[in-house]
């Protein structure tokens, strides 16, 4: 039955595209998607109902040379399929021209390998979970964390699975279908009384039932991270200080504002503190590799194609011993660049820095004190000049080791890019919730 449903909506994107072309378009793209959902949430051993949804998306995009332009409708139907396709048509006609406009070209179109949706493994196999097994697991994670001394209250606990399906065509020639199953625990506890209150949280979220955490697991971290917040401290002392970033930090921030950087849209918008030039230039530490393996087995970006058609290779490095090699770009912004965009990268998927041999102890061990970060608030950061400002939440860091002492807030300020001149990446690099990062020490930001 699933087959049947995907052949048709595949077949959908094809008549659609076809239609476009039959009545003047130069070239057509259509994507089809389906979601379906379902969240069960318990509060004190109840649960607060069952909710289920699906949903359906056509988007259809028409070029009339270089004018384009798009159009989406929840209706599959084939008079909503035909309306919308003349729908676009109108309204590219009263579009500009846009000289960078066009689908990639049919020499850099390739075609999906099953070996490598395969290799991927984005869909789980196994039944989904029941409703009653998805009632059962949210109780235990919120024993779990009730079970923590100093763990008053439980927000929510929840438990979530879905399956998402994207069905693609362009007049190219390029065909392709990618589908995911995905599972996710959520819970946030709160510890301590009063005005004395301090919320934390985890969860854990995968492809694969067998990949998750335990709700065990998933229930005393996040009641553990928010008893230990309880024992606030202020900073001792001001100024320039090692600063450590916990994976899932250094994923966000560290990983999270030199993707920004990367952006080839950015760049050609003079919203990036590179530019075309930065390419083949030195610009971070020797020991800053940024890499991207879009065929991660079971890695939460992973995909096996680029919306553009072009394939591009498994693995890329956007930097590599501190020389900048690759922007991300798709194909109008290549042509807006003068690059090539056979690299199929409009974005990245599972990106990592390259840890190093260096354990978090060892890390640690020289710096008399410091910032060990766990948590930010705000967002603050210019790509344009990589200036960077967050106030910070974590724990202080005294003699080489990591303290209970823990920072409410922190404001701390630097640059993007002295903070890579002065990183140092450890060797516990975990792709834990599609994090795909490990411990950061930077030497270069002030702390106040």
């Not at 139907?77 to 070209?105: H, I, Q, R, W, Y």
């Not at 840890?355 to 020289?366: A, E, G, T």
Request: proline fraction near 3%.
């Amino acid at each position: 039955m699933k087959g049947d449903i995907k052949m048709k909506h595949l077949d959908t994107c094809k008549r659609a595209v076809q239609l476009a072309l039959q009545k003047g378009a130069s070239d057509a793209a259509c994507t089809i998607s389906t979601d379906e959902k379902t969240t069960i949430s318990v509060n004190k051993g109840q649960s607060e109902g069952l909710s289920a949804s699906t949903g359906v998306s056509m988007g259809i995009k028409v070029f009339l040379g270089q004018k384009v332009a798009s159009f989406a409708v929840n209706d599959l139907s084939d008079e909503s399929v035909t309306e919308s396709v003349e729908t676009a048509l109108m309204l590219a006609k009263g579009s500009p021209e846009n000289k960078f406009e066009g689908l990639a070209d049919k020499s850099l179109v390739g075609k999906v390998s099953e070996q490598e949706v395969a290799l991927i493994d984005a869909v789980d196999k196994t039944a989904p979970f029941t409703p009653e097994q998805m009632l059962q697991m949210a109780i235990d994670m919120e024993d779990a964390a009730y079970a923590v001394p100093s763990v008053a209250a439980v927000c929510s606990s929840d438990v979530k699975q879905g399956r998402d399906t994207s069905y693609t065509y362009l007049s190219n020639g390029f065909e392709g279908v990618e589908e995911d199953t995905w599972y996710q625990l959520v819970i946030d506890p709160v510890a301590g009384t009063g005005d004395k209150k301090v919320t934390s949280y985890d969860y854990s979220v995968a492809f694969h039932q067998a990949d998750l955490d335990s709700v065990q697991t998933v229930g005393k971290t996040a009641g553990e991270k928010a008893a230990a917040m309880l024992n606030q401290v202020q900073l001792p002392s001001s100024g320039k200080m090692p600063v450590v970033f916990s994976p899932e930090i250094s994923s966000s921030l560290m990983k999270g504002c030199l993707k920004a950087c990367l952006n080839g849209a950015a760049i050609y918008a003079e919203k990036s503190l590179l530019d075309k030039s930065s390419i083949g230039k030195k610009l971070f530490g020797s020991n800053v590799t940024l890499l991207d393996d879009r065929l991660k087995p079971r890695g939460l970006s992973s995909s096996a194609f680029s919306v553009s058609g072009i394939i591009g290779p498994q693995s890329v490095k956007f930097v590599e011993d501190g020389v900048v090699q690759n922007f991300t770009m798709g194909v109008i912004t290549a042509r807006k660049l003068g690059m090539s965009p056979d690299l199929g990268r409009e974005g990245m998927h599972n990106a990592y820095f390259k840890p190093s041999d260096i354990s978090v102890k060892d890390m640690l061990s020289d710096i008399k004190l410091g910032l060990y970060v766990t948590g930010t608030m705000g967002r603050g950061f210019t790509a344009e000049n990589g200036n960077i400002s967050y106030t910070v939440e974590g724990y202080l860091i005294r003699d080489g080791f990591l303290t209970g002492e823990f920072v409410l807030e922190a404001p701390i300020a630097g640059n993007l890019v002295e903070m890579l001149n002065s990183a140092t990446f450890a060797n516990d690099l975990t792709d834990r919730n599609g994090l795909n990062a490990s411990t950061t020490r930077v030497d270069s930001l002030t702390v106040s």
